[in-house]
């Protein structure tokens, strides 16, 4: 896994931080009109507010593309290549990267996922995603943390 | 405002260094070298530049000034949209020409694309790096920490999502890369001469970022280009015939910071870009006689031959094939290499060549070249477009 891991700072940092403290993957929403938003933004593109909060999601979604490396600059990923990155669409609508223990070959657009995040420092949460056990959308079950690669 | 920019100026000189893995040189006086020999080859003296574009990072124009001798700087900025920085900047010499502020602007571009990342034992150091923009912050937080952190693997997002909802055969990537190497054999710089590739070879090869292979990407490379544009008028006076500057644009998507929450992850700044350039040159996409399109990825310059017009969305497999993109086909492609086979120096290296095909100067001339166009592609989606022609 990642041997880098960076300090964000910022907004990004706050959105670090919720999902830290919640134990749980949580996003942007505006408080002026409801609309969820990712990576976070100053002001939602519909009605301007600048006014949000950060809440718990259900934690499902779906592939929406997937890149898959064969080699990496980075010598942690190096050690899994070849390994997929998968752009995951939520839910709730934002769209986010997310690891994946599941190999290059299984995974297909479309298909569904379960979502949980892993701190990887006190200002770093990765996400990550594998294909959910049925269909349905599941809420978001707190599941053992740590990097099931290590 | 519009009818005094487009058509209005010109490209009337262009410096170009060698393509090499591992320069001897640093990467300032590889700038400095395209420089002065654009400026030589436009049979003007830094005296008569008074605007500069400078590279994305490594130089700033008040450098560069300083070292070619330019007394008297009246107008300069930097164009940060990486690989489209080049052909943008086109545009923006085109509006300080057409709108009074400078006579003759220098754009250049130069950088160790591959030596950064691995310098001779005796390289001369240097703390010179890119200036990564817009994209620099989502790499580093967003990007990397998921294990990507090179171009190949950021477009793979948006590549795969290509490849799977059109189901884009590995046919076409393998015509681009061809066509590429085969015109880098015409060509007295290319990396790429004397090195020739076989169907064969670019399916033994091994993937980077699916769908990417080793030859689907260009060739990381050290070395610089420069061009000098002045108003069409000037130029008539010049010794080189004038390369008309029809039009141009830029274009970002939407959010162009970052990737995974476009709408349409199909829809890239180049979409938006090219309608405007060719309104505003007032051609068509079949006027144009030679293509010069940002090959960083050889599926990248697929989605842009749809952005263009050339086919329909995912109809680009049909328009790359039998040869049509080959030098003697209808649209030939990246006549001197490009990225690809030649180097990789942002696309200025395009706006080089589509110069001397329309100055009839080129290694691999195009015959009776009247029209190009230029496409530079960077960051993580933005465009631009330029269209060059040949004065009448």
Not at chain 1, 8 to 23: G, N, Q, S, Y
Not at chain 2, 12 to 41: K, N, P, Q
Not at chain 2, 139 to 152: E, K, Q, T
Not at chain 2, 317 to 342: C, K, M, W, Y
């Amino acid at each position: 896994m990642s041997t880098y891991v960076p300090t964000p700072e910022w907004i990004v940092l706050d959105w670090h931080h919720a999902c830290i403290a919640a134990e749980l993957l949580c996003i942007q929403r505006c408080v002026g009109c409801g609309r969820w938003r990712h990576p976070p933004r100053r002001f939602c593109p519909a009605c301007q507010s600048d006014r949000t909060t950060f809440e718990p999601v259900t934690g499902s979604g779906s592939v929406l593309s997937f890149a898959v490396s064969h080699r990496s600059l980075d010598p942690g990923w190096q050690t899994h290549a070849p390994y997929a990155t998968l752009l995951v669409e939520l839910n709730e609508g934002p769209r986010l990267l997310a690891a994946t223990t599941t190999p290059p070959g299984e995974i297909r657009i479309g298909q569904r996922l379960a979502m949980r995040t892993e701190a990887l420092s006190e200002h770093f949460v990765l996400v990550w995603a594998d294909p959910a056990s049925h269909d349905e959308p599941t809420s978001m079950a707190p599941r053992a943390r740590g990097n099931p690669h290590d | 405002m519009g009818t005094d920019l487009w058509g209005t100026t010109a490209i009337v000189g262009v410096g170009e260094t060698d393509y090499v893995r591992g320069s001897d040189r640093h990467v300032c006086d590889l700038i400095l070298d395209a420089a002065m020999e654009a400026i030589t080859d436009a049979g003007l003296k830094p005296a008569d530049i008074n605007g500069i574009i400078p590279p994305p990072g490594y130089m700033s124009a008040e450098e560069i000034a300083a070292h070619l001798g330019v007394p008297d700087v009246a107008y300069h900025v930097s164009v940060l949209m990486g690989g489209a920085s080049p052909t943008a900047s086109l545009q923006t010499a085109a509006m300080a020409i057409a709108g009074g502020l400078a006579d003759n602007v220098l754009v250049c571009m130069g950088w160790n694309g591959y030596s950064a990342l691995r310098p001779k034992p005796d390289a001369r150091p240097t703390k010179r790096v890119m200036n990564l923009g817009p994209m620099g912050e989502t790499v580093r937080n967003h990007y990397a920490p998921y294990g990507l952190m090179s171009a190949a693997q950021h477009y793979s997002l948006y590549l795969r999502r290509y490849v799977d909802t059109f189901g884009i055969p590995e046919d076409a990537a393998a015509a681009v890369a061809i066509a590429c190497r085969n015109h880098a054999q015409l060509n007295s710089k290319a990396l790429m001469r004397g090195t020739p590739l076989s169907r064969a070879d670019y399916d033994a090869a091994p993937f980077i970022a699916e769908p990417l292979r080793k030859f689907d990407c260009c060739v990381e490379t050290d070395c610089a280009t420069a061009v000098v544009v002045t108003s069409l008028g000037r130029a008539r006076d010049l010794v080189h015939p004038a390369v008309v500057y029809l039009g141009g644009a830029e274009g970002h998507p939407e959010p162009a910071d970052e990737i995974a929450n476009r709408a349409n992850l199909l829809e890239l700044g180049i979409h938006r870009a090219a309608p405007r350039a060719f309104a505003r040159a007032g051609v068509a996409p079949h006027d144009i006689d030679v293509l010069e399109i940002y090959d960083c990825f050889t599926y990248v310059v697929l989605l842009q031959l749809e952005a263009l017009g050339y086919a329909e969305p995912g109809g680009a497999p049909a328009f790359v094939a039998d040869g049509n993109i080959e030098l003697g086909g209808r649209f030939p492609l990246n006549t001197h290499g490009g990225l690809l086979s030649q180097g990789h120096c942002w696309g200025l290296n395009h706006v080089v060549e589509a110069t001397r095909q329309l100055r009839g100067t080129a290694d691999a001339q195009v015959t009776d070249a009247e029209l190009a166009l230029v496409t530079g592609y960077g960051d993580l989606g933005d465009g631009s477009v330029a269209i060059l022609g040949r004065d009448r």
